[in-house]
């Protein structure tokens, strides 16, 4: 597990890719985004940060957006809104919740294995 904080993420991939000799069509980067529906996915390749702190520090290490993000969706469920975003974003998912998730990371899943079998 990477031993920095999310906003260096770019630090922790780049030490990989140098260690396992990878290029940026090699990389995988799955990450929550509270902008989409709970239990949801987005598959993107060659995109900004659009805010997310940990993209930009990747995008800025690797030099180039040209690599894989899976963002899986942990926005609110039902008609809840977000008063705080870091209270939202820190606090534990309930039951109800981690429900909905486990959707978005089986779905995960079977994209990686699918993005693993087209590389």
Not at 83 to 109: A, H, M, R, W, Y
């Amino acid at each position: 597990k990477p031993q920095t904080f999310m906003n260096d993420s770019g630090l922790a991939v780049m030490e990989l890719m140098k260690f396992y000799k990878l290029t940026n069509k090699d990389i995988i980067v799955i990450h929550d985004d509270k902008d989409i529906p709970a239990g949801d996915i987005r598959v993107q390749t060659d995109r900004g940060a659009a805010g997310h702190n940990g993209i930009k520090s990747v995008i800025e290490r690797l030099g180039t957006k040209d690599f894989t993000r899976i963002r899986i969706g942990v926005g609110p469920i039902g008609e809840e809104k977000i008063q705080v975003i870091s209270n939202f974003v820190l606090n534990k998912f309930t039951k109800e919740e981690f429900k909905v998730l486990q959707t978005g990371l089986d779905s995960t899943i079977k994209e990686i294995k699918r993005l693993s079998l087209v590389a």
